[in-house]
């Protein structure tokens, strides 16, 4: 999954779904890469990276499956995967760290 990222990394409507709700969330994962990014030695941030991210990912397959989505396992698979990598960072956050989170 790759989008042309805005440089300040900040929230635009060129990455708005059909789902408020989502995007909410998305908004509130952008908001913490970008305050890890400010802020690259907190580890605090790193954590609420993490719960924000989950919280948004157990939202996100709850509306798959309800929806019968035919690859949910795989993207859960990926989602997984995702948080695993946000797991193992470690304050500070170095500038490749960053970019990956930013161009997921």
């Known amino acids: 999954m790759s989008y042309e990222i805005p440089e300040p ?3 635009d409507d060129s990455f708005r779904t059909t789902y408020d709700n989502i995007d909410t969330e998305h908004k509130a994962i952008f908001e913490c890469i970008f ?7 907190s580890a605090a941030l790193i954590t609420k990276l993490y719960d924000v991210t989950a919280d948004h990912f157990t939202d996100e397959e709850g ?3 309800k929806a019968k989505y035919e690859d949910v396992t795989n993207h859960k698979q990926i ?3 995702f948080l695993a990598k946000i797991k193992s ?16």
Not at 89 to 104: E, G, N
């Open 35 to 41: 305050n890890c990014a400010k802020d690259p030695k």
């Open 9 to 11: 990394y900040v929230w």
């Open 79 to 81: 989602h997984k995967d």
């Open 89 to 104: 960072l470690k304050a500070p956050l170095d500038d490749a760290s960053l970019a990956w989170a930013k161009q997921w």
């Open 63 to 65: 509306m798959m499956v």
